[in-house]
Nanobody, 119 residues
Framework: VQLQASGGGLGQPGGSLRLSCAAS????????VAWFRQAPGKEREFVAA?????YYADSGKGRFTISRDNAKNTVYLQIDNLKPDDTAVYYC????????????????WGQGTLVTVSS
């Protein structure tokens, strides 16, 4: 499956952004889709994943909402109450089979979309 991430940009602290991950090439509904992020100088980290249910890293619970629209082959990541620490490149990734929070388990990756949170 091929993935295309979009929706990043400059966000204000306390504001919101919605990222999109559009997929093509396979039956998207059969895939686990996750968002990871990599902040400057840090390792890439898991943010959220969606199958028929949703999973979140502790750092994102309450402010991140992952959802999927299988009819549109798209997964979304809503980030509310933006914080400067949310500044990172956000990547979507997909895998077939069981859910995972480990980036090495994901075989398909989007190109990343940059989120910058600053006033």
């Amino acid at each position: 499956v091929q993935l295309q991430a979009s929706g990043g940009g400059l966000g204000q602290p306390g504001g919101s952004l919605r990222l999109s991950c559009a997929a093509s090439g396979r039956t998207f509904s059969n895939y686990v889709v996750a968002w990871f992020r990599q902040a400057p100088g840090k390792e890439r980290e898991f943010v959220a994943a969606v199958t028929w249910t949703t999973y979140y890293a502790d750092s994102g619970k309450g402010r991140f909402t992952i959802s999927r629209d299988n009819a549109k082959n798209t997964v979304y990541l809503q980030i509310d109450n933006l914080k400067p620490d949310d500044t990172a490149v956000y990547y979507c990734a997909a895998k077939f089979g069981l859910v995972s929070f480990v980036e090495s388990d994901f075989g398909s990756w989007g190109q990343g979309t940059l989120v910058t949170v600053s006033s």
